[in-house]
């Protein structure tokens, strides 16, 4: 297969939920409208921001929406309510999957491949649970994935949880898993830090989907 | 005219959707390309767009609600002044959706029939009573029909039932629906015009799944005139059909036919079935995805005579022989079956069983095959032979599955459902071995590898 041509966005400072979520819509869109547009990857990190896909059950939310203390977002992903902040790697791909697979559980299973792939090179074992899409170790749960899809082009992603503050989790009943236990990378290797998570993740991608990175 | 919105398949490992959430409402103008609903699968959600400019008539599935791959979940309209007849035609479908997709999925397994059959009376009966305060233990089915369409006053029919009744000149109002809640069906239509209605009874059961006895068609065949055609002592002229079957079936008689037999394990493709049945998926298309999977391996088998020479097919298609009530049969094909996925195969198939018990099948969808499959299982038989179909060079009868007691390789003994298959082949172009190998692997697929028939 040919390389593909893909826009990366690398940001180092935290940024909005609601600008990078347009962003991904923009690029979306554009994928849609002419499939020779590029894929677009963003990799970095939000404030802390509770979001919900589009089938969620807000009784997963164990906050009263009104309390105005917390950003909450509705999104077009699959899955359950979840959680940003810093600390916390995001990923988004906009792709194409009609030049990889039209097929969306080929494309949850190749995210959960990757992931995986990623906490290797850190020497952290972790594993897929079957019917519980994510990563994990034991019965922890180290990633999670929300994807949505337009005409097999996808947006959203997936976040990996690094160095930050798990408590946010209790807030919610996470991915809609009653006593969802969730995990830190820091806590199975001290040595490492977000840049250099950062920077796997991209070389992973671009691996995985053999693409030709422009930065922007 | 209507448009239906179908459950994608968002993966090849896909057997059922959940709507998440309708974007338009009943009555909402959408344009080509313009998202309609999003379903949900996993972790993954998939906005389902309109292939066409015009208007969403109806919704037939609720959000929250989940569906098979491929079943009609909406209905797009072309014109805004269609709305009201769809919704009209689909309101006895809304508020029921489950049960009623149910009724649909099992409604074509003949076997099944008279349950289904009780069940709907059993469910308007409850209606009858709740609208017009009046218990009706002694109607009938078209009585109960007759009066929940009269308590409704109002006409609802398939959409092609509606398009049979326009090109025969029948009056809607005046035809019993047999469908649920008193739905006129396209074969209530073919009723009133007096057409007699011919149920094929052979070839889309349930073999390897149902437990012998239970299912006997011959039983539960509805009100037909037995096993004869004719009246004692009388003789009757054969119609086209039977004609067509009588010239092919002597033309075989020039060919030097083999016949090779094996027995195959079905546990695990019947607990593969049990498993798929629910989404729509006939006994019928797995067994012709795991023959024509089988074929592929050995194109040989799927060959046939010619004066130039053996002749190799370009493609592999599956003829299944379908018996037809008033005599003769036909043999529907299932086009390329290895590239269309289980769920597509056996809406394929229930689409031609039911075009032809109407005799609407065009020639190249009966007369295309490249391998025929004769199927008895549901007759509870325990091995047969079939006559080979002209130009084509072999025919698979597949007899019942049942349990049996089995002495295994390590001496142990056991009980396994087993299922008898024979070949009968032409010996110019496929040899003992060929049959024997292809029958080998074909045992292998099905009592190995039942799951990966999915794709």
């Not at chain 1, 994928?31 to 894929?39: A, H, Q, Y």
Request: aromatic share 6%.
């Amino acid at each position: 297969m040919d390389n593909r041509t893909a826009i990366i966005k690398q940001p180092d400072n935290i940024s909005s939920f609601n600008d990078v979520y347009k962003l991904q819509k923009i690029y979306q869109e554009a994928l849609i409208l002419d499939n020779s547009n590029p894929d677009f990857i963003w990799i970095g990190e939000h404030q802390l921001c509770y979001t919900l896909g589009r089938g969620s059950n807000y009784d997963n939310l164990l906050f009263s929406l009104n309390e105005a203390k917390y950003d909450v977002f509705k999104i077009d992903r699959g899955g359950e309510v979840t959680c940003h902040m810093p600390g916390q790697l995001v990923t988004y791909l906009v792709l194409d999957l009609k030049n990889f697979n039209k097929d969306l559980n080929w494309y949850l299973r190749k995210i959960e491949e990757i992931i995986i792939k990623i906490l290797g090179v850190f020497n952290i074992n972790c594993h897929s649970r079957k019917g519980f899409t994510g990563v994990w170790i034991g019965n922890k749960k180290i990633a999670s994935i929300g994807i949505g899809c337009k005409r097999w082009i996808t947006i959203n992603g997936f976040s990996i949880n690094i160095d930050c503050e798990l408590e946010n989790f209790n807030k919610i009943v996470p991915c809609g898993i009653e006593n969802c236990l969730m995990a830190n990378m820091i806590d199975y290797n001290k040595n490492l830090n977000i840049q250099e998570v950062k920077r796997i993740v991209k070389k992973t991608i671009e691996e995985e989907f053999n693409f030709d990175f422009i930065s922007k | 005219m209507s448009h239906e919105i179908f459950m994608p398949a968002l993966s090849s490992t896909m057997t059922e959707g959940k709507i998440v959430e309708w974007l338009k409402n009943p009555g909402d103008k959408v344009e080509r390309g313009e998202s309609v609903l999003v379903v949900e699968s996993d972790k993954a959600d998939m906005d389902v767009e309109s292939f066409q400019d015009g208007y969403l008539a109806a919704v037939l599935m609720p959000a929250g609600s989940t569906a098979p791959v491929g079943e009609t979940i909406g209905l797009i309209v072309e014109n805004e002044d269609e709305i009201a007849s769809v919704q009209e035609q689909n309101k006895g479908n809304q508020p029921d959706v489950s049960s009623s997709a149910q009724l649909e999925l099992v409604s074509d397994k003949t076997e099944e029939k008279p349950v289904v059959q009780s069940e709907i009376v059993e469910k308007q009966e409850k209606e009858v009573v709740l609208i017009s305060e009046k218990a009706a233990p002694s109607f009938n089915t078209d009585q109960i029909n007759a009066a929940t369409s009269n308590v409704s006053s109002r006409i609802i029919a398939s959409p092609r039932a509606k398009k049979l009744a326009s090109q025969m000149g029948v009056d809607l109002a005046k035809v019993h629906g047999s469908g649920p809640h008193g739905r006129i069906q396209a074969d209530d239509i073919l009723k009133a015009n007096g057409q007699p209605v011919s149920i094929p009874w052979i070839g889309q059961g349930d073999s390897p799944a149902s437990i012998p006895g239970t299912n006997l068609g011959v039983e539960n065949k509805p009100e037909t005139s037995g096993n004869s055609f004719g009246d004692p002592g009388e003789t009757v002229q054969f119609n086209t059909l039977q004609k067509a079957v009588n010239k092919n079936m002597e033309s075989s008689l020039d060919v030097p036919c083999f016949r090779v037999g094996y027995s195959i394990n079905t546990d695990k493709l019947d607990n593969f079935y049990k498993k798929v049945k629910q989404n729509g998926v006939t006994m019928t298309a797995l067994l012709v995805k795991a023959v024509a999977k089988t074929l592929k391996k050995h194109p040989q088998v799927n060959s046939s005579f010619s004066e130039n020479g053996i002749s190799y097919p370009e493609n592999i298609n599956i003829a299944v022989a379908v018996a037809m009530e008033d005599g003769g049969l036909i043999t529907p094909v299932l086009k390329e079956p290895c590239n269309t996925d289980l769920f597509e195969l056996s809406r394929e198939w229930k689409d031609l069983v039911k075009r032809s018990r109407s005799k609407q099948l065009e020639p190249d969808e009966y007369s295309t095959g490249t391998f025929t499959l004769s199927n008895l299982g549901m007759f509870g038989v325990d091995r047969f032979d079939a006559i080979l179909p002209p130009g084509t060079g072999a025919i698979l009868a597949i007899a019942s599955s049942k349990p049996t007691v089995v002495a295994n390789s390590d001496d142990s003994i056991s009980v396994k459902k087993i299922m008898q298959v024979n070949l009968t082949a032409d010996h110019r172009v496929i040899y003992g071995a060929d049959g024997a190998s292809f029958l080998k692997d074909l045992a292998n697929l099905i009592e190995n590898e039942p799951e990966t028939l999915v794709s």
